[in-house]
């Protein structure tokens, strides 16, 4: 019997890895993908001789051994690659120069931060234990097969795997750092704690685990930027005989009638050249909302789907600024953010903090002597929307990049200014016009303490009255993060090869 076919819509990670997946299962897979590069949001960009990344700040699966890495090893995605391991995850840093350290390691931050308030010393030590405990807490384990597969084995075997664990999920799961950083005596780290693990909103679970796998050696960044990640997975998917079409955006994804009279089905896509492609299966691993409510017209919809794409879930909205300097900022911490006493207005918006990545720890990003530098900050994406299409939307990027500048000229690298050789603004419209995510969000939903649960819980990956239709990425993943979307990729196969009858079944290169 010949093999089934599958049409991918959407060549970013969740897209690769489904194709990868789907080759190594005997289907016949292509991918259909808008720009001109593979990774979709996992993306880095060159200006002249700099590289600016615009993703993987660190990426789980890089410790042999260790949670995600066995998936990354079936892409193609580690052999042979470097990956950098910190010793600290970030620091924040007040107007008078006091600084907190995320260190990886919880006992040298217990100490740390214990010489910064000792007065906070038990709510110090509590965090600190959180960290230890988490060391051992392996977050596969709710995605290593799809909800819809588990048995109530299957159930019963996670749950004696999560019971270890049980009391530091209830305790940090619901709480934010913001909410958490609230409870501490010194002003300081009343502010700084927030900001610890980049963003205020973040659970506390998901910062502590992440210190957690940055000491257990699994969450480096890979040597190269995040688009020669990208690319790897490309040339697995292609040496298992997948093929992409770039610059080959999706109109339509085409059903008919289920010949078993229970809805209907997805039988291939119209592209917008009006070229039409048919397939057994679809899986859409691109925006959700365009997919749903563009792609297939808003048809297959109910309660549950218009509520979650009503405006309410939150999303991270983001404006990058990079710069390429003619300095070498090698001593400088890789990562900071910026407390401010007085709040700078920044695309129409007072803000409190400034971000600031600094990518000497990768030499392949500058020339020697050279640095690559980037200043991140959440935005709103109605307020570059409204501006779009305009001169003001250009004067607009030039004023916010001069303001980055001129705040690193006066505060933090006296002279950079005259030193920066390139600059380069990307707003949510960059984001949404290149990979058309809704707003330009660069995760999908927001992880938040609200939307944690459905994190676990999972999203539904199917839509009501529509067979043979999978949605794969972000957009049902809250959180979104790269090792994330490569496993939706991945069981979008599984539950395809389940539906089939076929044992699921992965290689490694």
Same mark, same amino acid.
Not at 8 to 21: E, K, M, Q, R
Not at 289 to 308: A, P, Q
């Given at each position: 019997m010949p093999s089934k076919s599958i049409i991918?819509?959407?060549?970013?990670?969740?897209? %690769?890895?489904?194709?990868?997946?789907g080759q190594m299962n005997g289907y016949r897979t292509q991918i259909f993908e808008m720009h001109y590069l593979p990774g979709g949001l996992?993306?880095?960009?060159?200006?002249?001789?700099?590289?600016?990344?615009?993703?993987?700040?660190?990426?789980?699966?890089t410790g042999p051994g260790q949670p995600f890495h066995q998936v990354w090893?079936?892409?193609?995605?580690?052999?042979?690659?470097?990956? !950098?391991?910190?010793?600290?995850?970030?620091?924040?840093?007040?107007?008078?120069?006091?600084? %907190? !350290?995320?260190?990886? #390691?919880? #006992? +040298?931050?217990?100490?740390?931060?214990?010489?910064?308030?000792?007065?906070?010393?038990?709510?110090?030590?509590?965090?600190?234990?959180?960290? +230890?405990? %988490? +060391?051992?807490?392996?977050?596969?384990?709710?995605?290593?097969?799809?909800?819809?597969?588990m048995t109530a084995q299957d159930w019963g075997a996670m749950g004696r795997q999560v019971l270890p664990f049980i009391a530091p999920m209830a305790r940090w799961a619901r709480i934010s750092a913001r909410d958490f950083a609230a409870r501490f005596k010194d002003p300081f780290l009343r502010r700084a704690v927030a900001y610890m693990f980049s963003w205020p909103d973040i659970p506390m679970m998901v910062g502590l685990s992440l210190l957690a796998y940055m000491q257990n050696g699994n969450a480096g960044v890979p040597v190269g930027a995040s688009l020669e990640f990208a690319r790897a997975i490309e040339r697995r998917y292609l040496e298992l005989g997948g093929q992409i079409h770039y610059r080959s955006q999706v109109e339509k994804i085409l059903v008919e009638d289920d010949p078993s009279g229970r809805g209907k089905r997805a039988v291939g896509v119209r592209l917008y050249d009006d070229s039409i492609h048919r397939a057994d299966y679809v899986i859409s691993a691109a925006d959700g +909302? *365009?997919?749903?409510?563009?792609?297939? *017209?808003?048809?297959?919809?109910?309660?549950?789907?218009?509520?979650?794409y009503d405006g309410h879930m939150p999303l991270h909205s983001q404006v990058q600024i990079s710069l390429g300097v003619n300095r070498d900022l090698t001593g400088e911490p890789h990562w900071v953010t910026y407390l401010l006493n007085e709040p700078i207005t920044i695309a129409g918006e007072d803000r409190y903090d400034i971000g600031v990545k600094n990518y000497c720890f990768d030499p392949s990003l500058a020339p020697p002597g050279k640095s690559a530098v980037i200043a991140m900050m959440t935005t709103h994406y109605g307020y570059w929307q409204r501006i779009y299409g305009r001169k003001l939307y250009d004067t607009e990027q030039t004023q916010v990049s001069d303001i980055i500048q001129d705040?690193?000229?006066?505060? !933090?690298?006296?002279?950079?200014?005259? #030193?920066?050789?390139?600059?380069?603004?990307?707003?949510?419209?960059?984001?949404?016009?290149?990979?058309?995510?809704?707003?330009?969000?660069?995760?999908?939903? %927001?992880?938040?303490?609200?939307?944690?649960?459905?994190?676990?819980?999972?999203?539904?990956?199917?839509?009501?009255?529509?067979?043979?239709?999978?949605?794969?990425?972000?957009?049902?993943?809250?959180? *979104?993060?790269?090792?994330?979307?490569?496993?939706?990729?991945?069981?979008?196969?599984?539950? !395809?090869?389940?539906?089939?009858?076929?044992?699921?079944v992965t290689t490694t290169p």
């Open positions: 991918i819509v959407g060549g970013g990670i969740a897209g %690769l890895a489904a194709g990868c997946y996992c993306t880095a960009w060159e200006r002249g001789p700099y590289v600016f990344d615009g993703c993987i700040h660190y990426l789980f699966g090893a079936e892409l193609g995605a580690v052999q042979g690659r470097r990956f !950098i391991q910190h010793d600290e995850l970030m620091r924040v840093v007040d107007p008078d120069g006091r600084t %907190l !350290i995320a260190y990886c #390691d919880p #006992d +040298r931050l217990e100490s740390h931060m214990k010489q910064l308030s000792p007065a906070d010393g038990k709510l110090i030590e509590a965090m600190c234990q959180g960290i +230890r405990q %988490l +060391r051992r807490f392996d977050m596969t384990l709710t995605q290593q097969k799809p909800k819809p597969l +909302r *365009g997919t749903i409510f563009d792609m297939l *017209g808003g048809e297959f919809v109910d309660r549950y789907l218009k509520r979650t705040f690193l000229d006066k505060n !933090i690298y006296p002279g950079i200014s005259a #030193d920066t050789e390139v600059v380069d603004e990307a707003t949510p419209l960059s984001y949404e016009r290149y990979t058309g995510n809704w707003q330009g969000s660069s995760c999908g939903w %927001l992880l938040t303490k609200q939307t944690m649960p459905t994190m676990i819980q999972g999203m539904r990956k199917t839509l009501p009255g529509l067979r043979n239709l999978y949605l794969a990425g972000q957009w049902v993943e809250p959180g *979104g993060s790269v090792p994330v979307v490569a496993m939706s990729g991945r069981n979008a196969i599984h539950v !395809i090869c389940h539906q089939d009858g076929l044992p699921f």
